[in-house]
């Protein structure tokens, strides 16, 4: 069977995984609309803004692939048993979870977690709505058989879901329908026996211009009269009438440059788009909430969706904290600034952070739960307390960072090439090196660290930890929903009614 998107459902279990070369086959065959820089370009694998980027998300696919990764990249198909990608694997123990968990850590390794949206984050919401079919079918049967369908054809394929699931930020101050143009964010604007036309925008696909398919929803809470609004579905990334609008695409800062000057925009720049659906047509298997405000609400909360999503997100989170911790601590050997007591102070600042992230991870396993019908909800409370502090603690490290390396990161020469200069190598040799290495190692480094924290790639990232998980505001609400306040109140309780001190 073919489907839409072009991806052929499994057939066999000798039927390979996809590798990183069948990936960029199908970015380059199932054309989309993607526009950068006033072109409008439909093969990413062919155009400097991207061809990186694809080339980061095929080495994941080829490494989930290799007969050795099998094991931790893996589970079987629960239909024929051939492997698929364990990040669609729904969780049904806590063992289960940690496998997800270190296969997550093993993805984001690859990219030193700087991929955000790599296809194993969007798999897990999808695990989570398939898991609570009951959750769509009570907008009609229907949904609930679409939703788990479209999953398992994700699992058995392989496939790269990105996702749009908030509204353009054209006026907040009203509703949807109230806009003065009621077809600007993205909405249903005709329905047939066959499926549904969608016209509008929704702000933000980080991915989509590598993805299989787009997951269009609200996460934001939908009032009555924004029925139209009130969606869940998948697009398929060649859709026609489907727009993908690249924010500026960092990697071109790259371009024809060494690949040691800018070496994580370079490879690593997963792009993020606004998305225009101009009377896309979605047949209705692919439908899996239309027009109902509760059941668009309740896939995010009633469903596992957003912690199994946020459960890789903060997988891959904790790697890229590990890696800062390492480049830390090797730009103070750089520096020779390692020794020192507050150097180390700092160090063991930063290291608290990194160790309360990572145990928060451990802990959203640890204490998950099976509701009612068997299914494993990774720890709430666990997830978005430290969710909710992120958007605090990231910028306080990248600032200690900062500090720790004083002008280092910016004391360097105007580019390799003067180091490739017989004329003023010798002076950057003399001068530029470490008292632990030669110039070129030192400035390699630093321009690593430049490129994690300073360029505009490693600035986008600070906007990413603080937002791709929703506004700070909104994760602190979840919080505020999710913690104990009864057992909290029962301890003011008690002290309250302590009996009379004795002399
Ligand atoms: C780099 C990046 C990647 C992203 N990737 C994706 C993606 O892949 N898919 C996706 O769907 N979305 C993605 N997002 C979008 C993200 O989900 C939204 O940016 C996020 O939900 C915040 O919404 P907003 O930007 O519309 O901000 P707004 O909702 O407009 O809020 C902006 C600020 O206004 C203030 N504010 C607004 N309302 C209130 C209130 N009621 N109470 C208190 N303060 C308030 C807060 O300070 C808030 O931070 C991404 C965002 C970024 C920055």
């Given amino acids: 069977?073919?489907?839409?998107?072009?991806?052929?459902t499994r057939q066999s279990a000798t039927q390979p995984l996809r590798t990183g070369a069948e990936f960029l086959a199908g970015l380059r065959r199932r054309k989309r609309k993607v526009i950068v820089d006033g072109e409008i370009i439909s093969d990413p694998t062919a155009h400097p803004a991207f061809k990186q980027g694809a080339r980061s998300i095929a080495a994941l696919y080829d490494y989930a692939a290799a007969p050795e990764n099998r094991a931790v990249m893996t589970f079987p198909s629960p239909?024929?048993?051939?492997?698929?990608?364990?990040?669609?694997?729904?969780?049904?123990?806590?063992?289960?979870?940690?496998?997800?968990?270190?296969?997550?850590?093993?993805?984001?390794?690859?990219?030193?977690?700087?991929?955000?949206?790599?296809?194993?984050?969007?798999?897990?919401?999808?695990?989570?709505?398939?898991?609570?079919?009951?959750?769509?079918?009570?907008?009609?049967?229907?949904?609930g058989r679409n939703v788990v369908a479209f999953y398992e054809h994700l699992r058995d394929t392989h496939a790269y879901v990105a996702y749009a699931i908030v509204p353009p930020q054209i006026d907040r101050s009203k509703p949807a329908n109230l806009q003065d143009d009621p077809t600007l964010y993205a909405g249903v604007v005709k329905e047939t026996d066959k499926g549904i036309y969608v016209s509008g925008a929704q702000q933000l696909a980080t991915g989509g211009v590598y993805a299989d398919y787009i997951h269009l929803s609200c996460i934001h809470p939908l009032r009555p009269g924004e029925e139209n609004y009130a969606l869940s579905l998948a697009v398929p990334t060649d859709a026609e009438g489907l727009r993908l609008y690249s924010r500026r695409a960092f990697a071109m800062q790259a371009v024809g440059k060494s690949a040691d000057e800018y070496p994580l925009t370079a490879r690593f720049d997963e792009t993020d788009c606004m998305v225009v659906f101009d009377n896309v047509f979605v047949p209705w298997e692919?439908?899996?909430?239309?027009?109902?405000?509760?059941?668009?609400?309740?896939?995010?909360?009633?469903?596992?969706?957003?912690?199994?999503?946020?459960?890789?997100?903060?997988?891959?989170?904790?790697?890229?904290?590990?890696?800062?911790?390492?480049?830390?601590?090797?730009?103070?050997?750089?520096?020779?600034?390692?020794?020192?007591?507050?150097?180390?102070?700092?160090?063991?600042?930063?290291?608290?952070?990194?160790?309360?992230?990572?145990?928060?991870?451990?802990?959203?396993?640890?204490?998950?739960?099976?509701?009612?019908?068997?299914?494993?909800?990774?720890?709430?409370?666990?997830?978005?307390?430290?969710?909710?502090?992120?958007?605090?603690?990231?910028?306080?490290?990248?600032?200690?960072?900062?500090?720790?390396?004083?002008?280092?990161?910016?004391?360097?020469?105007?580019?390799?090439?003067?180091?490739?200069?017989?004329?003023?190598?010798?002076?950057?040799?003399?001068?530029?090196?470490?008292?632990?290495?030669?110039?070129?190692?030192?400035?390699?480094?630093?321009?690593?660290?430049?490129?994690?924290?300073?360029?505009?790639?490693?600035?986008?990232?600070?906007?990413y930890e603080k937002f791709y998980g929703g506004a700070s505001f909104l994760v602190k609400m979840n919080m505020f929903r999710s913690f104990d306040f009864k057992s909290a109140g029962a301890l003011v309780d008690n002290a309250l009614n302590l009996p009379p001190i004795e002399d």
């Fill in 1 to 8: 069977m073919t489907t839409n998107a072009g991806l052929k």
């Fill in 79 to 143: 239909v024929d048993g051939a492997p698929v990608l364990r990040a669609y694997q729904i969780p049904k123990t806590h063992a289960d979870l940690r496998d997800k968990r270190i296969a997550a850590e093993k993805w984001a390794e690859l990219t030193f977690g700087l991929m955000g949206r790599t296809p194993d984050h969007v798999a897990g919401f999808f695990n989570g709505f398939a898991a609570k079919p009951s959750v769509f079918a009570a907008g009609g049967e229907q949904y």
């Fill in 286 to 463: 692919h439908v899996f909430c239309y027009r109902n405000l509760e059941v668009c609400r309740d896939q995010w909360w009633k469903t596992p969706a957003h912690l199994y999503g946020n459960l890789q997100a903060q997988a891959r989170y904790s790697v890229k904290l590990r890696f800062l911790l390492g480049l830390a601590k090797r730009m103070n050997e750089m520096t020779g600034n390692d020794a020192v007591p507050p150097v180390q102070v700092m160090m063991g600042e930063l290291a608290s952070y990194a160790a309360i992230v990572e145990g928060m991870l451990h802990s959203q396993e640890v204490l998950a739960t099976h509701d009612e019908e068997g299914v494993l909800w990774p720890s709430k409370t666990a997830l978005y307390s430290v969710m909710a502090l992120q958007s605090e603690i990231n910028p306080k490290m990248i600032d200690i960072v900062r500090e720790l390396t004083g002008a280092g990161m910016i004391t360097l020469p105007s580019s390799f090439k003067d180091l490739d200069n017989p004329e003023t190598a010798k002076d950057i040799e003399r001068f530029y090196r470490s008292n632990k290495t030669g110039a070129r190692e030192k400035i390699k480094l630093m321009r690593l660290a430049w490129d994690f924290i300073g360029s505009e790639f490693g600035n986008r990232h600070q906007q």
